[in-house]
């Protein structure tokens, strides 16, 4: 029953007795009250904008204050997004080989795990070589371990961080220094890029607190610089550590080519500086914290292997596939936000409540499991290594300092008894005041497990010397402990972890082959597609961006240094290299500690700079090429040949007049007229019927292939009925009437009733006045749909007199001759712009066409014709896409690029002219990439809202025109600068040469060449001007010379 449009409504009212409780029939009489409230659950439709009801109806639980409501569908203010619904009935009855979309997806992903846990494997077996505190070569440790130093040396992450020579340092101390310490190990390969190498070195003086180091290397190998972070050195006995910051290269051709720095220590203010917190921060994060870039980066001595993290990604992946899958294309049920204004500008959200919530929805989904994994893998202790059978015969060093444990042992199976060097003792050193350690150790010959970090029962930060039971030989042992390391779980935590990263990614794949079944195969791969693009935007372009930003907003909070939480990974074990047997994998040109002499250093450097130079030139000319490809493939990617011979049918059509009347021919009113109805109407109307009767077909021309997708319209612009213009006394008697030229300020925009002796009595034209399409009533132009246009005798708005014809040929030859008989053109008409809208749909090209005929108040006609040709729907919209991205990505590179270069040399920058080329293509591309997103904007408003008007496609051709004309000189401009950088060209370079060398005798040619012919063009204009069009005015004389200059003139003029 509808309640609100009924007038009289019966409602009945009945009591049920109640039998259950009825104790006994007797008759009561009671008087009661009966209150009857009329409830409705309503929401206000948006579209509809009125108030509904359906879907929702009122609930038991109301009552007189209260009213619930049940409502089956979701609008803004629900708090919970379903998901897709998965009907299992059909998908189990859904073949999987016509649509096999999320199968290959699964499959993809689980291809890409296993190559990547191979590739994984063998950067963790690699990495094993890399951690540890390392003994130098040829270097025995003190017996007094209040002598003894770990030192960390940091590399930085960068490209081509790593050296390839040999680092020395020397120790400064309140008390003494120490003597020069080669940092070297044959058994592995140093201070590459991202690595943390340990050494543990004694001195044979105490040094007392450090003050600063010196640190140097010798140049050597085949790439020697070197970018050091810092340096870490710490005092064995007392566990104080020394932070000397760095961050400098060590290289000749980078900073200021110095190869040696002394570093002082560190002070609180230097190491919780906003620079090295931040650098720290986002090293720390990017390589160890971030689950995807950790695979490349990872430390070494982080017990969380890549394969564990592969693992992560794996389940990270599966679990976003589902999460995507299960909410895809519920979020464009909802309608778009509510616009929102701010200081008087409004502007559309990109993002919905509904699509906040289900972004919280998923995240509440992944976060959990994904946390959890990565969780028990990060906090898993080693797994104890199996007890051997075989007992120790040789004593052996144990290093447990702060974070690391180094264990350098022999064990019976590795040496031989006539190998076996007899033990050293405090008298009989092998080196003065070195521990007893067998004099073999350090030679390459014995299979040692060298500096391998292993767990320990003893407290960590000790130093022992440890002799088994029954070995000879003295006993001592010095222990110095320090704070014990963070929470750990215990080893079986990683085997949980991997059952559970298993288990999610099963579940999530299992699902998503379902989702994508019960999709079917259209919308499987849209959301294939999607979530591709989604996932490589997110992880290529938002996760760096949103990692900075996440280390800049911790380091802004917090403020303090950070603290290394690596733990030492699980022992070595039996299926592990020893590392002794691995081969020296950098050779180097010189052996020592020595640093360089300036001769030699100088003569490398210079070779070095001229390398540097010409990588430099040739990856910027690379670069740049890619970028001027990028260009070429934009601009010509969205055109197409056929514009020109559209252009020319258009012309042959219209503009020329096959079998009528050309639209140059156009002298008067009576021959536009003449034009319109011999030339424009019959060829951009459809031919009546072989029985006389019209046809109601769409416009098009002759050629059955260009259609007219809106009437025609004329737009006449006027000026006043009043001039003010002053006539000599002497000529009163000829004429008492004047007429000024055309100007915005003596514009007509009066409104008339059917003539222009009639003037309306209100002038006022409102959007939805029917009588604002009247010919007689002005039609004020909005400036955003297009521009001013700039003729011979006047600039004209957007705004004037429109008269629009017909779809039929008759009819639009009744208005014509209509016009023609009230005199819609007279004396003050100026201009009258033809626009018409052509569409060819065999080459799916648009052409904004305007044809205009300027009446100057000497009586002569002037006519011009512009078309511009474009296409609104591109069928490579994706590959047009991606090069949008990649030229915005070129531009930002270029600006920073340019915005470093201005901030290092700020003078030197602005005085070069190749800086300000640069300047005005950063400018021009980003400028270019503006418009080519506004003329797209407007193009799709177009495509959406179905809007034919003249208008509409007149602003969209403004703005594509404005673009191309922008990026022809981009494409200009680029490539007169890639001539430049393939100056390391011969036949470039002669060319650069010439240029420069007859730069001053050109410029000074030109002035007296342009003195010259400003003499001619001058006299010229003033003997030729009143007779020859060609020189009527000066700039037209210059043209002219110009031609003629290029044997381009007419004999007959």
Same mark, same amino acid.
């Given at each position: ?31 009661? %009250? ?29 009552? #007189? ?137 004694? %001195? ?53 080519? *110095? ?33 995807? +870039? ?104 144990? +290093? ?14 590795? /040496? ?50 440890? /002799? ?52 079917? *195969? ?14 490589? #935007? ?82 910027? %000319? ?21 514009? +020109? ?137 909005? /400036? ?23 779809? %039929? ?53 002037? #006519? ?6 474009? *296409? ?6 994706? #590959? ?51 418009? +080519?997103? *506004? ?119």
């Amino acid at each position: 029953m509808d309640y609100q449009n009924s007038t009289n409504t019966s409602y009945f009212l009945y009591i049920l007795h109640d039998t259950k409780n009825a104790i006994s029939r007797v008759t009561v009489t009671s008087k009661f %009250t009966v209150s009857i409230l009329e409830t409705a659950c309503v929401y206000f439709g948006e579209e509809s904008q009125q108030w509904q009801s359906d879907g929702c109806k009122v609930g038991p639980l109301s009552n #007189t204050t209260h009213i619930h409501c049940q409502c089956d569908h979701l609008t803004k203010f629900a708090g919970f997004v379903p998901p897709n619904p998965l009907r299992f009935d059909k998908v189990f009855s859904a073949s999987i080989a016509d649509n096999p979309v999320g199968l290959i997806a699964v499959l993809a992903v689980f291809g890409l795990f296993v190559t990547g846990c191979l590739l994984a494997r063998k950067a963790d077996r690699a990495d094993l070589q890399k951690v540890g505190v390392t003994i130098p070569a040829g270097l025995q440790l003190n017996s007094d371990t209040n002598k003894h130093y770990v030192i960390t040396i940091y590399t930085g992450y960068r490209a081509g961080a790593g050296t390839t020579a040999q680092v020395s340092i020397v120790l400064f101390g309140f008390l003494d220094e120490s003597e020069p310490l080669h940092l070297c190990d044959d058994r592995r390969v140093l201070f590459e890029s991202g690595s943390e190498d340990s050494f543990l070195v004694s %001195t044979d003086r105490r040094l007392g607190p450090l003050t600063h180091v010196h640190i140097w290397h010798n140049n050597a190998g085949f790439s020697p610089g070197w970018f050091l972070s810092r340096i870490v050195v710490k005092h064995v006995r007392s566990g104080r550590q020394e932070y000397f910051i760095c961050n400098k290269w060590l290289a000749l051709e980078e900073d200021d080519g *110095r190869i040696n720095r002394m570093i002082f220590v560190a002070s609180p203010e230097e190491m919780a500086s906003l620079s090295n917190l931040i650098i720290d921060r986002v090293s720390k994060d990017a390589n160890d914290g971030h689950l995807y +870039y950790s695979m490349i980066g990872r430390p070494a001595r982080s017990s969380f292997t890549r394969v564990q993290r592969l693992t992560c990604c794996m389940c990270t992946v599966y679990c976003a596939m589902v999460t995507n899958i299960m909410f895809f294309g519920q979020g464009d049920k909802f309608d778009p936000p509510e616009p929102v204004r701010f200081m008087g500008v409004e502007f559309q959200l990109p993002i919905s409540l509904p699509e906040i919530m289900i972004g919280v929805q998923s995240a509440a989904m992944i976060l959990p499991v994904t946390s959890a994994i990565v969780f028990l893998y990060r906090n898993a202790s080693p797994r104890p290594p199996k007890a051997s059978p075989k007992a120790l015969t040789e004593p052996h060093v144990v +290093y447990r300092g702060g974070r690391t444990s180094t264990t350098v042992s022999h064990q019976a199976t590795d /040496i031989t008894p006539d190998d076996r060097p007899p033990v050293s003792t405090p008298s009989d050193p092998v080196r003065a005041g070195a521990v007893a350690l067998p004099s073999g150790l350090t030679e390459r010959r014995h299979a040692v497990r060298h500096l391998r970090q292993t767990p320990s029962e003893t407290e960590p930060g000790a130093i022992e010397l440890v /002799i088994p039971e029954g070995s000879s030989g003295s006993s001592k042992t010095d222990a110095y402990k320090e704070p014990k390391n963070g929470f750990k779980l215990p080893w079986w935590a990683s085997r949980i972890a991997g059952a559970l990263a298993w288990s999610a990614s099963f579940v999530a794949a299992f699902f998503i082959v379902l989702y994508s079944l019960s999709f079917g *195969r259209a919308k499987a791969e849209a959301w294939l597609v999607t979530f591709m693009t989604s996932f490589t #935007t997110d992880l290529f372009l938002l996760q760096p961006v949103k990692l900075m930003a996440a280390a800049v907003g911790v380091v802004l909070v917090l403020r303090k240094p950070m603290n290394d939480d690596d733990l030492p990974p699980a022992a070595t074990t039996d299926d592990e290299e020893y590392l002794d047997t691995v081969p020296q994998q950098i050779p180097s040109e010189r052996k020592g500690t020595e640093l360089p002499g300036d001769d030699v250093l100088a003569e490398d450097r210079a070779r070095r700079l001229r390398k540097k130079k010409v990588r430099g030139a040739l990856k910027e %000319t690379l670069l740049y090429g890619m970028f001027v490809c990028v260009l070429l493939l934009t601009s010509y990617g969205e055109r197409s040949s056929l514009a +020109y011979h559209m252009n020319q049918a258009v012309r042959g059509f219209v503009v020329d007049g096959s079998g009528g009347t050309a639209f140059s021919e156009i002298s008067n009113v009576t021959s536009f007229w003449q034009w319109v109805d011999t030339t424009l109407i019959p060829a951009t109307h459809s031919p009546p019927w072989y029985n006389r009767q019209a046809s109601n077909h769409s416009l098009h021309l002759p050629d059955h292939m260009t259609h007219v997708i809106a009437p025609l319209r004329f737009r006449q612009v006027r000026t006043r009925q009043e001039q003010q213009c002053t006539i000599p006394d002497t000529m009163l008697s000829v004429s008492a009437r004047c007429l000024d030229g055309f100007s915005v300020l003596n514009a007509d925009t009066s409104n008339y009733n059917g003539s222009w002796d009639a003037p309306a009595k209100s002038n006022r034209t409102f959007p939805d006045d029917t009588t604002a399409q009247s010919p007689w009533h002005y039609a004020y132009g909005n /400036i955003a749909d297009g521009f001013a246009r700039v003729g011979k005798h006047g600039t004209y708005d957007t705004g004037g007199y429109v008269a629009t014809l017909n779809w %039929t040929l008759d009819r639009s030859i009744e208005i014509s001759t209509d016009l023609q008989t009230k005199n819609w053109l007279d004396v003050k008409t100026r201009a009258v712009f033809l626009e018409m809208t052509l569409y060819n749909p065999h080459a799916n090209l648009f052409s904004a066409v305007v044809m205009v005929t300027e009446f100057s108040i000497t009586g002569v006609v002037s #006519t011009a014709t512009e078309m511009t040709t474009f *296409r609104l729907h591109h069928g490579d919209q994706v #590959t047009l896409l991606v090069l949008r991205v990649a030229m915005a990505l070129f531009v930002l590179y270029y600006l920073i690029k340019a915005v470093m270069n201005f901030s290092t040399r700020p003078l030197e920058y602005l005085t070069e002219a190749w800086s300000w080329l640069e300047i005005f293509i950063i400018f021009s591309a980003s400028t270019t990439l503006g418009l +080519y997103f *506004r003329a797209q904007g407007v193009m799709d408003d177009i495509t959406g809202h179905g809007d034919h008007v003249f208008e509409s496609y007149h602003q969209a051709a403004t703005w594509y025109q404005m673009y191309t004309y922008l990026l022809s000189f981009l494409i200009c401009c680029s490539f007169i600068k890639l001539i430049r950088l393939l100056r390391f060209n011969n036949h470039v370079n002669a060319l650069m040469y010439t240029m420069t060398k007859t730069a001053k005798p050109l410029f000074n040619f030109l002035i007296m060449a342009s003195i010259i012919l400003t003499a001619f063009a001058l006299a010229a204009n003033l003997t030729l001007g009143l007779n020859l069009k060609e020189y009527s005015t000066l700039l037209a004389t210059y043209e002219n010379l110009f031609s003629m200059m290029l044997g381009s003139f007419s004999l007959q003029s």
